[in-house]
């Protein structure tokens, strides 16, 4: 029995359909599993924590590689799936909650201790509503995993794979490169999910820096930066945080500039994360 056929018959018997208010889409497609599991690099001695595994599609082949695995799942219906489904396994434990407000943290330091384990890495299907929230969460809270392997809408993937200072380049570019190397993996056509979504996904790797790529003294400052560079891109990088309280006006931002060597006429998408953290370092 291939995927498609596994996931019509798992719906069929619980009578289950995707919601689309929690942004279900199934995936049916065998090739794309393999490659998002073969592309994560599990190995027996990790510890995977999947974010949304629904009907328990990667899951399953998750399980076959890890030493263990920590399914989150928000939805109350997938929970009985995944608990018959996995029953014979005892390399897995179903925590139903919304990630959002689950201590990973906590959760791999417990696993460390009781199990030994070494490497921990985060598996994900994310829902499009919530991608950015569930990645920043991730990166932000700087937790002891290795990798993040997700499979995302196309253009947000294309936002977050882009080099600082690229076409494509946003807020969350920056964010992302200061905290991870990332590389996009498998571009995912949308009839590989029923019901197919309105777009194209793609998986991309995350591989958490060791080191950040840039010195700053205040990462807060840094990012609240390139934020209000990013809110209105079409004005120059003074304009745009002249509207940020971190600095008196205008004319101390030009000075800072200067200071730098940076044009006072550029916009904040043509800069590097090295310029932004020259113009962070440069705030009292």
């Known amino acids: 029995m291939n995927i498609y056929e596994e996931t019509k ?57 890890a030493k263990k695995v920590i399914a989150v799942e928000l939805d109350n219906r997938m929970i009985e799936i995944l608990e018959d489904r996995f029953s014979l396994y005892d390399n897995i434990e179903i925590i139903n909650q919304d990630v959002l407000k689950v201590n990973l943290n906590e959760i791999i330091q417990k696993e460390q201790q009781e199990l ?77 999910f029923i019901p197919a979504p309105d777009v194209d996904s793609e998986v991309i790797n995350l ?33 745009a945080l002249s509207q940020c309280d971190l600095f008196s006006g205008k004319e101390q931002i030009k000075n800072i500039l200067n200071d730098v060597g940076i044009n006072e006429k550029v916009r904040g998408e043509e800069l590097t994360i090295q310029e932004f953290a020259s113009i962070a370092n440069k705030i009292i």
């Open 9 to 65: 018959f798992i719906m069929k018997k619980y009578g289950i359909y995707a919601n689309k208010s929690l942004g279900q889409n199934f995936l049916i497609d065998d090739d794309v599993v393999n490659k998002i599991v073969d592309s994560a690099n599990i190995s027996n001695d990790d510890l995977v924590i999947e974010i949304g595994p629904g009907l328990g599609t990667l899951t399953n082949e998750l399980l076959k590689k």
């Open 116 to 192: 030994g384990i070494k490497s921990t890495k985060i598996v994900a299907n994310l829902p499009y509503y919530i991608t950015t929230p569930i990645i920043m969460k991730l990166l932000e809270e700087k937790g002891e995993f290795e990798s993040i392997t997700v499979m995302i809408q196309k253009e947000v993937a294309d936002r977050l794979c882009e080099i600082p200072g690229g076409k494509l380049s946003g807020a969350i570019t920056y964010s992302v490169y200061y905290y991870a190397e990332a590389e996009k993996v498998l571009e995912v056509p949308r009839t590989s």
């Open 207 to 239: 591989k958490i820096r060791k080191e950040p790529p840039v010195r700053i003294k205040d990462e807060e400052k840094l990012f609240k930066i390139i934020k209000y560079a990013f809110m209105q891109r079409r004005k120059t990088l003074i304009n």
